[in-house]
């Protein structure tokens, strides 16, 4: 089983966002790559260096907003969500969620006005949701788990 989260779905579910360290210090480090940019054109003979350290300012303008930018693309991005022989994989924005079926207690298919939702529980008390897509059939997901071992939680309705 493999799918790309719905757009709409995913950003009712994402927290807003905000900017934090991380982002910080990658607008410090793009800055700094613009910099020595910056600094290796200024040794060519035909530039002003006046005119370079009057405009110095814009390094660090551009470095943030790369940054900012960057940050944007991965919020706003949807995950992929996937399977394999060991476990379920959901990359999102660079970051992997990774659930070990042996991990896996129980699972559930909700369906919603803007997609299906996948809620796995796992034996540690953690409940994640995964987004489908109301295209997607359900009973593919259903026969994976089962490949594994795993019923639907009670209530499950058996898909669409």
Known sequence: MQWREPW??????????????????????????????????????????SGVANRLWLVFVFGFGL????????????????SGPRAIVKDSGGSMLIIPWEAVRAFHIDTNERSQVLTVSTKDGLEHRLLMP??????????????????????QSGGT
């Open 134 to 155: 109301l295209s997607f059939p359900s009973t593919q997901v259903i026969a994976e788990f089962r490949q594994h071992g795993l019923e639907p939680s009670e209530g």
């Open 67 to 82: 940054s900012f930018l960057h940050s944007i693309v991965f919020w706003v991005c949807p995950g992929t969500v996937g």
């Open 8 to 49: 709409r779905a995913t950003f009712a579910e994402r927290p807003p966002y905000r900017v934090g360290y991380a982002q910080v210090r990658r607008g410090l480090v793009w800055s700094a790559v613009l910099l020595a940019i910056v600094a290796l054109s200024a040794i060519s003979p035909s530039i002003e260096l």
